[in-house]
T-cell receptor
Framework: ETGVTQTPRHLVMGMTNKKSLKCEQH?????MYWYKQSAKKPLELMFV???????ENNSVPSRFSPECPNSSHLFLHLHTLQPEDSALYLC?????????????????FGPGTRLTVL | KNQVEQSPQSLIILEGKNCTLQ??????????LRWYKQDTGRGPVSLTI?????NTKSNGRYTATLDADTKQSSLHITASQLSDSASYIC?????????????FGTGTKLQVIP
């Protein structure tokens, strides 16, 4: 295990539902991330949080709303989703939120939540 | 536009054989390149990372090479095992522009068969 847990592992929801994805890291890291992984497409970075502050929003539609109450927890609130939002949603954490390529920037991923929007 | 292209898209090899996966990129200015392994149903796991000044990095049976001049990287797997069956993703980070400029490849899906 990587030290990053995600719940639920699978979620099926209708377009009018509201649901939340949860991520928890047990590594003492300061940065957390949400990614979307669709079939045959590259990983897409959605949000970056560093010391609980959002430092990156990669033009994500407002129907996805992140929340980071502390450095160990990250949520992704979902509402009024579209079928094309069906994907694997991955959470990751790293010691630091930089891109320099050192070991402190290495991201540890959770197993993901497989989301299906009907 | 920054791009990362990986080849082949998929590969089937016999257990015990070697294989090489390719990654070509256009990300500039370059900072570092990572290879990730993603097992089915799991998140990616970092295998290697190389910065501009490094041209090879090993992690057990995995050896990554980098040619920053030609903007190419390869991941060589030696004496493959069934557990190597996974997708391998190449990720290139720039030294400016922030996270929006980090570019992911679509991955190579490797299947090792007995």
């Amino acid at each position: 295990e990587t030290g990053v847990t995600q719940t639920p592992r699978h979620l099926v929801m209708g377009m009018t539902n509201k649901k939340s994805l949860k991520c928890e890291q047990h590594l003492g890291h300061n940065a957390m991330y949400w990614y979307k992984q669709s079939a045959k497409k590259p990983l897409e970075l959605m949000f970056v949080y560093n010391f609980k502050e959002q430092t990156e929003n990669n033009s994500v539609p407002s129907r996805f709303s992140p929340e980071c109450p502390n450095s160990s927890h990250l949520f992704l609130h979902l509402h009024t989703l579209q079928p094309e939002d069906s994907a694997l949603y991955l959470c990751a954490s790293s010691q630091d939120g930089g891109l320099a390529g050192g070991p402190r920037d290495t991201q540890y991923f959770g197993p993901g939540t497989r989301l299906t929007v009907l | 536009k920054n791009q990362v292209e990986q080849s082949p898209q998929s590969l089937i090899i016999l257990e015990g054989k070697n294989c090489t996966l390719q990654c070509n990129y256009t990300v500039s200015p370059f900072s570092n390149l990572r290879w990730y392994k993603q097992d089915t149903g799991r998140g990616p796991v970092s295998l290697t990372i190389m910065t501009f000044s490094e041209n090879t990095k090993s992690n057990g049976r995995y050896t990554a090479t980098l040619d920053a001049d030609t903007k190419q990287s390869s991941l060589h797997i030696t004496a493959s095992q069934l557990s190597d069956s996974a997708s391998y993703i190449c990720v290139v980070s720039p030294n400016s522009g922030g996270y929006q400029k980090v570019t992911f490849g679509t991955g190579t899906k490797l299947q090792v068969i007995p």
